[in-house]
């Protein structure tokens, strides 16, 4: 976790949700006025699943674009907890490796599925188990593990997950803050979890959703407290990664069949379709920085356009 007391927040994403191809994602995100990527799959493969070849071909296309990796979005965690501990662990060594090449040391993960007729409280112990042996592994190679609070893993609410970072106790776990999967669980994210977790929270995740329907949609539009949450950021001095979900993409209209549209002519309506009460908090810099503060300031498709 990193505090300033001019805090910017560095604008990275998920490219496999512009296209399967990285040279795309690369192509998009810089259109953005990104200077990093989130990875979590290249052509249609995982990267866990992602030979050298490809990894070194990968690590290629993005040094060519300028752009750096924020985190590896891994699958580890993201399985039945009745797996065997070593089935993760023996997949996080190779994500570990993925991190190494892309060099981040960032890796996105989950606290495991249950069985229908398993509750939260009949998987805690084994999933303590698998968390302890992947942290102490992550420890060991240098990297952090977030942890993302995905509906219907063990820690996606705000109790769960404490007991999670207070219980495996290393710091190479940490929480990756997603408001929408709050939302999606009955969780008031600002209200209910902020001041637990803050302590813990090292990667934002910038994405909304609607209470009830538990609905995806663009940031700001939905019940997940952006204001409250980036305001609260903002006056804490959080300086770390803004990684955009699909919803921001969707939401500036891409058509990129087999290459981006040029944005020359878009961006203003495009960003204005973003809501000014999650957006204002936000501003795209040349260098793919984004400027937290109080300036009513809209988030725009490029680095050079800021619309008051």
């Given at each position: 976790?990193?505090?300033?007391n001019?805090?910017?927040?560095?604008?990275?994403?998920?490219?496999?949700?512009?296209?399967?191809?990285?040279?795309?994602?690369?192509?998009?995100?810089?259109?953005?006025?990104?200077?990093?990527?989130?990875?979590?799959?290249?052509?249609?493969?995982?990267?866990?699943?992602?030979?050298?070849?490809?990894?070194?071909?990968?690590?290629s296309?993005?040094?060519?674009?300028?752009?750096k990796?924020?985190?590896?979005?891994?699958?580890?965690?993201?399985?039945?907890?009745?797996?065997?501990?070593?089935?993760?662990?023996?997949?996080?060594?190779?994500?570990?490796?993925?991190?190494?090449?892309?060099?981040?040391?960032?890796?996105?993960?989950?606290?495991?599925?249950?069985?229908?007729?398993?509750?939260?409280v009949?998987?805690?112990?084994?999933?303590?188990?698998?968390?302890?042996?992947?942290a102490?592994e992550?420890?060991?190679?240098?990297?952090?593990?977030?942890?993302?609070?995905?509906?219907?893993?063990?820690?996606?609410t705000?109790?769960?997950?404490?007991?999670?970072?207070?219980?495996v106790?290393?710091?190479?776990?940490?929480?990756?803050?997603?408001?929408?999967?709050?939302?999606?669980?009955?969780?008031?994210?600002?209200?209910?979890?902020?001041?637990?977790?803050?302590?813990?929270?090292?990667?934002?995740?910038?994405?909304?959703?609607?209470?009830?329907?538990?609905?995806?949609?663009?940031?700001?539009?939905?019940?997940?407290?952006?204001?409250?949450?980036?305001?609260?950021?903002?006056?804490?001095?959080?300086?770390?990664?803004?990684?955009?979900?699909?919803?921001?993409?969707?939401?500036?209209?891409?058509?990129?069949?087999?290459?981006?549209?040029?944005?020359?002519?878009?961006?203003?309506?495009?960003?204005?379709?973003?809501?000014?009460?999650?957006?204002?908090?936000?501003?795209t810099?040349?260098?793919?920085?984004?400027?937290?503060?109080?300036?009513?300031?809209?988030?725009?498709?490029?680095?050079n356009?800021t619309?008051?």
């Amino acid at each position: 976790m990193s505090n300033d007391n001019n805090p910017t927040w560095i604008l990275s994403g998920f490219g496999d949700e512009i296209d399967p191809d990285p040279k795309i994602q690369a192509a998009v995100m810089l259109a953005l006025g990104a200077k990093h990527i989130e990875v979590r799959s290249a052509w249609g493969t995982n990267v866990v699943e992602l030979d050298d070849a490809q990894l070194a071909e990968l690590k290629s296309i993005l040094d060519e674009a300028g752009l750096k990796v924020s985190a590896v979005a891994s699958p580890i965690g993201k399985v039945d907890v009745s797996l065997p501990a070593e089935h993760e662990v023996t997949r996080l060594r190779r994500i570990i490796a993925v991190a190494k090449v892309l060099d981040t040391r960032y890796i996105r993960m989950f606290s495991y599925f249950r069985a229908e007729d398993q509750s939260p409280v009949d998987i805690r112990d084994a999933v303590m188990e698998r968390m302890v042996l992947l942290a102490a592994e992550a420890e060991r190679a240098g990297v952090i593990l977030i942890h993302e609070n995905e509906k219907d893993i063990y820690g996606d609410t705000p109790e769960r997950v404490l007991d999670l970072l207070e219980t495996v106790n290393s710091p190479a776990l940490r929480a990756a803050w997603d408001n929408a999967n709050f939302v999606q669980v009955g969780v008031k994210p600002y209200t209910d979890a902020y001041a637990m977790l803050r302590p813990y929270l090292e990667y934002l995740q910038v994405k909304d959703a609607i209470a009830g329907s538990g609905e995806v949609v663009p940031t700001g539009r939905g019940d997940g407290q952006l204001v409250e949450t980036l305001t609260a950021l903002s006056q804490d001095g959080y300086t770390g990664f803004a990684s955009l979900s699909r919803t921001w993409l969707h939401s500036m209209n891409w058509a990129v069949s087999p290459v981006p549209r040029p944005l020359a002519r878009q961006p203003a309506r495009s960003a204005r379709q973003l809501t000014p009460s999650a957006s204002r908090f936000l501003r795209t810099k040349p260098s793919g920085g984004v400027r937290s503060g109080t300036p009513p300031l809209v988030f725009c498709a490029t680095s050079n356009l800021t619309f008051l």
